[in-house]
């Protein structure tokens, strides 16, 4: 008898830039959380609990060195997990089309979600104080299980339906865009800081 694993689901995670990149970027994150009016607006209009740039500014690399020097760190690591993933990139390229600061407050989350439009997704860790929330992860063919039933609870990590990544700062991670995810309530006491980026295929 052979039992095979196929359709497996990639999660990358990369250590990027140094401790200094990480504190600087801080800095800048709450300077924007600071000045960006339009964008909090938009999140006391929606209901979030914190600051994110995510409806207010595109522009962050040429905005903020410390923005391009981020972006210049994970080109090519988005660029490797393409290769990871077996893309045939011929007469493509990945562009980096959206990258947003997230600021979570105590008691706040982010809901289950995707990115369409999007082929590579993933998070930058700048601040994860003691309590504040993992990265959730649902597998992708959950709404398809029909009456399967509930896993053992020592199943192992691979084969949940959820998995949970402890985020480290100076760390991104990434995954496919069409990964659900979500990020639970920050039950720590201090805000959640993290830099979400998105990646489109761009023909050369």
């Not at 994150?29 to 609990?49: F, H, I, K, R």
């Not at 090519?76 to 979570?104: K, R």
Request: hydrophobic share 40%; glycine share 6%; proline share 7%.
């Amino acid at each position: 008898m052979t039992t095979k694993t196929f359709f497996p689901t990639l999660v990358r995670s990369d250590p990027v830039g140094d401790a200094d990149l990480a504190t600087r970027l801080e800095h800048v994150c709450w300077v924007l959380a600071e000045d960006d009016s339009a964008g909090n607006a938009w999140c006391e209009e929606q209901g979030y609990g914190g600051y994110t740039s995510y409806a207010s500014l595109d522009d962050l690399p040429e905005r903020f060195p410390e923005f391009a020097e981020l972006k210049a760190l994970l080109d090519p690591i988005a660029d490797a997990f393409a290769q990871e993933l077996d893309w045939d990139m011929e007469g493509l390229s990945l562009e980096l089309d959206a990258i947003w600061v997230n600021i979570l407050e105590p008691g706040f989350g982010h809901s289950n979600h995707i990115h369409p439009g999007s082929v590579i997704s993933g998070t930058y860790y700048v601040s994860t104080p003691d309590g504040s929330a993992r990265l959730k992860l649902e597998d992708p063919r959950l709404s398809r299980m029909m009456a399967a039933p509930q896993l053992r609870d020592d199943a192992p990590e691979d084969r949940r339906r959820f998995v949970y990544l402890e985020p480290e700062v100076g760390h991104a991670l990434l995954w496919e865009s069409w990964l659900r995810h979500e990020v639970p309530a920050n039950m720590g006491e201090k805000p959640r800081l993290s830099i979400s980026f998105n990646y489109a295929l761009k023909r050369i």
